[in-house]
């Protein structure tokens, strides 16, 4: 195999022996991106080795010295045993042995200062917007992997950008083989994606002529709080934030513009500010995990809930409605927790909100769970409802 095409390895020991797993540029259908480096290459080993339920990757490049690769395999090791991942994992990264550091003094390529991930929802695009706001040049960059909602996520890509006037960086592989065989196992979420996209985005700045630039991943305050999402935790941040400055020999912050609102409070500054400022909807945004709105999924349920309590109507082109409970979520799921306190505040709270909205179409046992709430929680709505009406970015 042509050495220049191999991104890498990855593996599982089986006895005594590490059987590896090949993986190309050709084998994964990599395009319109020439800048992969060890960082982007090990993003795109982790997923697989997520989906391959593999602990071994070799990346076929060069870190710089100042990477320690056992540090990157701990923290990376944190990112994936996500509490959906099918096995405890324990990374073990490395990259070819080198005689010397190899010159870490990248060619300058372009002038961006800020990149942004960028997926069509709802958060990506009040990320974009807020940018646009205050007046900061951002690329936004997305990453087909093939996964089942990408002709959606295109749609709205392109459809929002096209009203802002703004070109997206597309990036396309074919890893649609690993999505459909290990999907199930990980609970529909993409193991390792939010660290692929930065590594990404991080190849492009590195190349810029701007000695400090920013990575926008658009997580906002409820998400961080939440153990499970490592890959949107404050540690995360802050960790590849300092793997890629040691790297490039430049500031590089991965950060994001939302840690003390909700999605709920963005949407609402988004009703009162950005709606006639920049004639751009929620509506047009996709967030479900088959495609455009199939109102059963638990993302369109969250979505719905969002959008309902921050004063929108449900999606126009949505399957099903969500609060109607198709796939019984809401019954098995979120009441059972909500009673056993197993739900943040806000959260609680934006869905009783949600659910007071569309009282007369929601199954008997919500409207049931309504009419009974105590004083002391419908006390609680109020003061929610107004902190959502005030919420600033």
Known sequence: ??????????????????????????????????????FSKTGILLVLSGYRQCDYIVVNDVFSKKIKTNQLSKFLTYVINHPFSPKI??????????????????????????????????????????????????????????????????????????????EPYIVSMNINNYILEGWKDWNYIVPGRNFLFLSFANAILKRSSRSQANIYLCAHKDEMSHKRNTDKSRYFFKRTSQFFTQESNKEIIVNTPFPHVSKTEILSFWKRNW??????????TTTCYYGRG????????????????????????????????????????????????????????????????????????LRDFYLNLSRQTVASINKRKEEISKAEI
Request: charged residues 25%; contains cysteine; positive net charge.
């Open 275 to 284: 709606l006639k400022k920049y004639k751009i909807s929620p509506h047009d």
């Open 89 to 166: 994992f324990n990374l073990k990264i490395s990259g070819l042995k080198s005689p010397r550091d190899p010159n870490f003094n990248f060619q300058v390529s372009n002038k961006y200062d800020s990149v942004l991930s960028f997926s069509g929802g709802i958060d990506s695009t009040s990320g974009l917007l807020n940018s646009l706001d205050r007046g900061q040049s951002i690329v936004p960059l997305w990453i087909n992997f093939g996964q089942r909602n990408d002709r959606a996520e295109l749609k709205s890509v392109k459809r929002v950008l096209s009203i802002l006037q703004i």
């Open 294 to 365: 199939c109102g059963k999924c638990e993302v369109c349920l969250k979505r719905t809930v969002c959008l309902l309590a921050s004063e929108f109507e449900v999606d126009p082109f949505i399957g099903y409605h969500p609060m109607k409970d198709p796939a019984g979520i809401i019954a098995k799921d979120w009441l059972p927790k909500i009673k056993a306190g197993k739900f943040t505040r806000i959260r609680k709270l934006d869905f009783i909100i949600a659910t007071e909205k569309c009282i007369d179409i929601v199954p008997r046992y």
């Open 1 to 38: 195999m042509n050495q220049q095409n191999l991104i890498g390895k990855i593996g599982r020991k089986e006895g005594r022996d590490i059987q590896y797993e090949e993986v190309s540029s050709k084998s994964i259908g990599l395009r319109n991106f020439n800048q992969l480096d060890a």
